[in-house]
């Protein structure tokens, strides 16, 4: 049975979902299974896997079903639709893949990984991004805004300025920046302390 087929016997309401989860991941890139505001639509995603890959497929999309992370991931295939970060926004990207690539390696896969806003200033500090290790407020306002729109982050506390802010890290971002491990990242983030490039991230693809 080809997904044309499975599609037709979905009901009324599972097409209602069906039409608008294919909207939110072409709008959002990722679903993340530890969320709470996507968990449902992940589960759908996971229970009709082929039918959103085939239609996904016709637009030249992929679908990335990854039930170890507990992530969803739409990619554009022709490599459309990326977003081009400003360098704040690249740096506090890698700072959170570091942190991220850093914590997991204590926790199991399914447990949370939480950390603080002044988790990111002592690793600008440590790795000299910032002087005094102190990232701008404006920059983590925009930056977290953004994060939060691709389910990268959730913020625990309201303020994100406040040092001792605590958000959860998802494992989307994994996907989000592709690293070998501590190293490779590390040595990106160093490029942006010399004054590197600004970094295209995946918005519908990866990061390389």
Same mark, same amino acid.
């Given at each position: ?12 309401? !599972? ?64 490599? &459309?639709?990326? $977003? ?7 740096? $506090? ?39 005094? &290790? ?23 506390? !309201? ?22 491990? $501590? ?26």
């Amino acid at each position: 049975m080809d997904w044309v087929q499975q599609y037709q016997l979905l009901s009324q309401r !599972e097409r209602e979902e069906f039409a608008r989860i294919v909207n939110r991941l072409l709008t959002t890139t990722f679903l993340v299974k530890g969320q709470e505001a996507s968990r449902r639509d992940f589960y759908f995603v996971e229970r009709n896997e082929p039918v959103i890959a085939g239609y996904l497929g016709l637009m030249g999309w992929s679908l990335v079903v990854d039930r170890t992370y507990g992530v969803v991931q739409a990619i554009n295939r022709q490599g &459309g639709s990326r $977003l081009s970060l400003r360098m704040m926004e690249s740096v $506090l990207l890698l700072l959170l893949r570091l942190l991220y690539e850093e914590r997991r390696k204590q926790l199991t896969i399914t447990d949370e990984v939480v950390c603080r806003v002044q988790d990111l200033h002592d690793k600008a500090l440590t790795l000299r991004i910032r002087e005094r &290790g102190v990232i701008e407020k404006k920059h983590l306002r925009d930056a977290f805004a953004l994060f939060r729109r691709y389910s990268l982050v959730e913020l625990i506390d !309201e303020d994100i300025t406040d040092p001792a802010c605590r958000f959860k890290l998802f494992p989307s971002i994994l996907f989000a920046v592709r690293a070998e491990g $501590l190293q490779e990242i590390q040595d990106r983030l160093e490029a942006y302390g010399g004054g590197g490039e600004e970094l295209e991230v995946a918005d519908g693809d990866q990061a390389g």
